[in-house]
């Protein structure tokens, strides 16, 4: 019981995070009329954040250990326990979700019409999914938890969703399920190598083979590397994030996709340290091929939820560059960065909600013109826009500079390579933005054939004010979510530094030829 | 051997599947004076939770013994095997009883066929002989017959029923051809003398023994639809009343499955080697033919013939395994597997009415918008007959996974999840068509009172199981070593 510290607070405050929304989606399976369902919804995710803001303040940001910790017999006859507990990483990816979730039932207040009922129960099961991935510390609990997240996301994207839906919705479940399914045959591998646990503790304390390592980190790595997504297995993504309603693109962008790099932060380096670093190079180049692949996409995009999509690819390839560091700088910036794009990332896809509602276009020769008719809009866009290409003062920038710091001491001219991806950011990024606000208002407008677009409303500015705050929060005093990760991120380092072993010399040889 | 020993401690121990017979005579003989067939349904229904009791009774008790000179046997395997039979007439019946109605199809017999039919699957496995085991199945066999045919007035019934019984002689004859091999190297029937005579004839390397191991696995591979031997079955599960489709996925398939367990573990034991190399190719066969021909299918209860090719698959995993835990993930599998697969076949009688078949996919567009609850209800089996959780239909995968993992078959487990992966396909197909089309037309619903208590239960059971299965996983594992 060395990694852990027991919950100390007199209820179990995790389980009650993370189960409440589910208890929401029981209660909305009552009430008929849909005003109620959306308040209730509401209702119910802010009181999820308000049951969890005690993990912020009686958190111990010293220690790398577990923390508000529950440990219950499950399943006896597997010797599987329901045993849950955050430490400095989780804790940050908890509080992102609960925002995110609130956030994304706001928006969906006018554009949701249809089978407003199940929707809102599906983004409550999906809240209570991903708050579960987070804190789950045994495999089992954790498996259940991430594959059941498919379901309500499945019917998000399917039932709700754009044009090619069907399409979209079908591809996002088979690619995942296929690479969580080889997961699962790792987690049994290791269930029977760990002698009949699922403890993600105990099994982090074992020592594997070198070959077994590898191949349970292949296994791992087809789940994590499918969620993230790294760059051959991202294509379902800009489909899945395109077609999908607003809410629903926000949760992806914002957590789904953050859950597969946390995979490699919780499970593949510790456990595999050796592996890791076997496979640290080919992890390196896939990076860096998702960071310029996914930017010079974006150029080509027609698509302004399509562009988007294809940004996140090039920002995960960040995330998964400075993880793979395995240095303070890069594993921290790493971190930082997946909070800042849920927040970035999230705010832009809400706003391309928001304006949609009012165009009903994502096409980007549509708009034009766009600064004079919602110049609220317009300078709201104007602020994620900067904080998405790393402009310093914002969190982007915080994210970015840190993971190429840990990249130029990794390797120089990965770190080199990886630079070019913030320029052709900033290229993208600012071009998008001229074509949507600057130019000349579409004729469609001027010919009076469409009613010119009003500006933010009292809801979506409510909706957008707390992304703006973090945007600047974090971007100016970055400690505020540094400090609740340093002890966890050294221990995770130090941890895989011990056991440097002769694979190390291979990737070191093959970084020398570069 | 004298059959003096009959005395009140061996019919004790048949006890169970004499109510059952009595029960079905009686149902029959009801049917000449009472009109109205759901008292029937009753009696039947009141005579089967009679036999659960006493079979329960005699597993309280501590009862673990053999019958009538070694030829019978109840333990703990038998006892779970019975329930998963009890489990599967009673929801059988429920879902029946309007089902037949609007089928025109409202006959006593078909109760009292069902009995007759599940006492067979129970003398099955309590079957300590070939021979026994040879006459349940055979008592099981015609009656489900008879069950397929019923809809006398549909071409494509009758049709089904002959095919069955063709097919199903041709097996029963591979059968009595792999019994009567196997008695001429060891001159018994028993199933346990079998297993000791092996070793002490030194018979483990005999081809005719292997020959005779072959036939057995054929004829039961028939009757659980393994391909190569599945041909039957998608024509029978489309042609037979949609009831007695859900009730021959389960029940027969399950029977079929305890007499492999216990034929195997029992008599063959020692050559494990060599029944493992024949099953292996048949389960991924099976997993693969079923689950990518389901993909081309468009009408519902074909599709779900071809899972259930698929899902027969992975529940031999366990068996391949040869180890009492992996037996125990079998039968886990099959019970779970019963609540699952009986469930969506509710939903796809529950759908059918007088003038509607509703079996093609095309008919479940936008059942969402009118029939939430029911879509609701179908989207949960659906899942959970891909194996996600948290439905009970992974802690059925998993289980099944773990075992044959821990027996050293991983690259068989890689094969296993890819075919779940590609048979996920067709299972979403359906949430799709119900959840993301627009509805055609109004498509009534036949409810009743026993169908919605049906529903229920299954709905309910897959999502108990899913979330808390020690209780079940106890009970499969101490019925093998109990």
Not at chain 1, 409 to 418: D, E, F, P, R, W
Not at chain 2, 45 to 73: E, N, R, W
Not at chain 2, 395 to 408: L, P, Q, R, S
Request: aromatic share 14%; charged share 10%.
């Amino acid at each position: 019981m060395a990694d852990i510290i027991l919950n100390h607070l007199n209820y179990p405050i995790l389980t009650v995070t993370v189960f409440l929304p589910l208890t929401g989606a029981l209660l909305i399976l009552f009430i008929k009329n849909s005003t109620y369902v959306r308040w209730t919804a509401l209702s119910v995710t802010i009181a999820t954040l308000f049951v969890a803001l005690p993990l912020l303040s009686n958190f111990d940001k010293t220690t790398y250990k577990m923390q508000f910790v529950e440990k219950q017999s499950w399943i006896p006859s597997w010797g599987i326990n329901y045993f849950v507990g955050i430490d400095g990483i989780s804790i940050l990816f908890i509080f992102l979700t609960v925002l995110l979730s609130i956030l994304s039932i706001l928006v969906s207040y006018k554009s949701i019409e249809r089978k407003v009922k199940e929707f809102h129960i599906s983004i409550l099961i999906m809240e209570t999914a991903m708050l579960g991935v987070f804190v789950s510390l045994d495999f089992f609990l954790f498996y259940i938890f991430w594959e059941t997240m498919l379901i309500p996301m499945f019917i998000l994207i399917g039932v709700w969703g754009g044009q090619r839906r069907i399409y979209a919705a079908i591809k996002f479940f088979l690619y995942t399920l296929a690479g969580s399914v080889l997961m699962l045959v790792g987690i049994v591998v290791l269930y029977f190598y760990g002698e009949r646990t699922l403890d993600i503790l105990a099994l982090s304390r074992l020592y594997y083979p070198f070959t077994l390592q590898c191949w349970l980190f292949l296994a791992f790595f087809a789940a994590f590397a499918v969620k993230v997504p790294m760059f051959p297995f991202h294509t379902w993504l800009p489909d899945a994030h395109t077609e999908a309603p607003t809410a629903a693109s926000v949760i992806l962008a914002g957590v789904l996709i953050k859950m597969g790099a946390y995979g490699f932060l919780r499970f593949s380096i510790p456990m595999f340290p050796d592996a890791t670093k076997y496979f640290i190079f080919p992890i390196f180049v896939l990076s860096v091929i998702a960071i310029i692949y996914g930017a010079l996409v974006c150029f080509a995009q027609k698509d302004l939820k399509r562009l988007i999509a294809y940004s996140s690819v090039s920002h995960m390839g960040f995330v998964t560059l400075g993880i793979f560091t395995l240095n303070t700088q890069g594993v921290e910036g790493g971190i930082l960065q997946m909070i800042n794009h849920g927040i970035i990332t999230g705010a832009l896809f809400l706003m391309v909600g928001i304006i949609y509602e009012r165009t009903h276009t994502r096409m980007i020769e549509d708009y034009g013109g766009f600064a004079s008719a919602v110049p609220w809009f317009a300078g709201v866009f104007m602020i994620f826009t900067l904080a998405s290409i790393g402009l310093p003062g914002t969190n982007g920038f915080i994210g970015e500079f840190l993971i190429i710091l840990g990249a130029f001491s990794a390797n120089k001219l990965i770190g080199v390579l990886s630079a070019t991806g913030i320029i052709l950011g900033a290229g993208y990024m600012l071009w998008l933005y001229q074509r949507i606000f600057f130019e000349t208002l579409s004729p469609k407008y001027t010919k009076q054939e469409l009613p010119i677009p009003g500006d933010l409303n009292f809801r979506e500015a409510v909706v957008l004010i707390p992304l703006i705050i973090l945007v600047f929060l974090i971007g100016l005093y970055p400690e505020v979510l540094l400090s609740y990760m340093h002890s966890s991120v050294e221990h995770l380092i130090s941890n895989v530094n011990t056991g440097a072993g002769k694979e190390n010399l291979i990737t070191n040889y093959l970084m020398e030829i570069f | 051997m004298v059959i003096n020993n009959f005395d009140l401690l061996n019919i004790r121990l048949i006890a169970p599947e004499l109510i059952l017979i009595c029960t079905a005579f009686i149902l029959l003989m009801l049917d000449l004076i009472i009109k109205r067939k759901e008292i029937i349904a009753f009696t039947g229904v009141i005579g089967t939770l009679l036999s659960a009791f006493v079979s329960y009774k005699l597993y309280a008790s501590g009862v673990s013994d053999s019958a009538f000179g070694g030829m019978f046997i109840f333990d703990g395997y038998a006892y779970f095997f019975n329930l998963i039979f009890y489990i599967s007439i009673i929801l059988t019946i429920f879902i029946s009883l309007k089902y037949m109605s609007v089928e025109k199809a409202s006959l006593g017999e078909y109760y009292a066929l069902l009995l007759f039919s599940s006492s067979g699957m129970m003398i099955m496995v309590g079957a300590a002989d070939l021979i026994v085991l040879y006459l349940g199945l055979e008592l099981m066999a015609l009656s489900t017959y008879i069950l397929t045919g019923l809809l006398r007035t549909q071409l494509r019934s009758s049709e089904a029923a002959l095919k069955y019984f063709f097919l199903g002689a041709f097996s029963s004859a591979f059968l009595l051809y792999g019994i009567s091999l196997t008695y001429g190297l060891t001159g018994t029937t028993n199933l346990k003398d079998i297993s000791s005579l092996l070793v002490a004839l030194d018979l483990t390397g005999n081809p005719v023994l292997l020959l005779g191991l072959i036939f057995i696995i054929v004829a039961f591979g028939f009757k659980i639809a393994l391909v190569p031997f599945h041909m039957w079955a998608p024509d029978v599960y489309e042609g037979a009343p949609t009831s007695i489709t859900a009730f021959m996925s389960v029940g027969p398939k399950a029977a079929a499955f305890a007499v492999m367990g216990r034929v195997l573990f029992v008599s063959f034991g020692a050559v494990h080697v060599q029944w493992a190399s024949i099953l292996i190719p048949l389960s991924v066969l099976s997993m693969a033919a079923g689950s990518i021909i389901a993909l081309a299918q468009t009408n519902i209860k074909r599709m779900l013939a071809y899972s259930s090719i698929a899902h027969a698959g992975y529940a031999l995993l366990g068996i391949i395994t040869g180890t009492p835990e992996g037996l125990s993930s079998t039968m886990n599998y099959l019970m779970i597997y019963t609540f699952m697969n009986i469930g969506a076949f509710a939903i796809i009688i529950l759908l059918r009415t007088k003038d509607f078949p509703c079996e093609n996919l095309e008919d479940f567009s936008g059942l969402a918008k009118n029939h939430p609850v029911i879509s609701a209800c179908m989207l949960i089996f659906m899942f959970s007959l891909t194996g996600i959780p948290p439905t009970a239909g992974f802690i059925g995968k998993f289980y099944v996974f773990m075992e044959i993992i821990n027996a050293g078959y991983v690259s068989l487990v890689i094969i296993a999840v890819i075919f779940s992966v590609i048979s996920a396909f067709f299972y979403l197909r359906v949430v799709m068509y119900m959840y993301m089309k627009e509805p055609k037309g109004e498509v009534a619903l036949a409810t009743s009172v026993p169908m919605s208590i049906a529903l229920a239960v299954t709905v309910l059971m897959v999502i108990i199981l899913g979330i808390f299965p020690d209780y079940l996983l106890r009970f499969a594992m101490f019925s093998i070593s109990g």
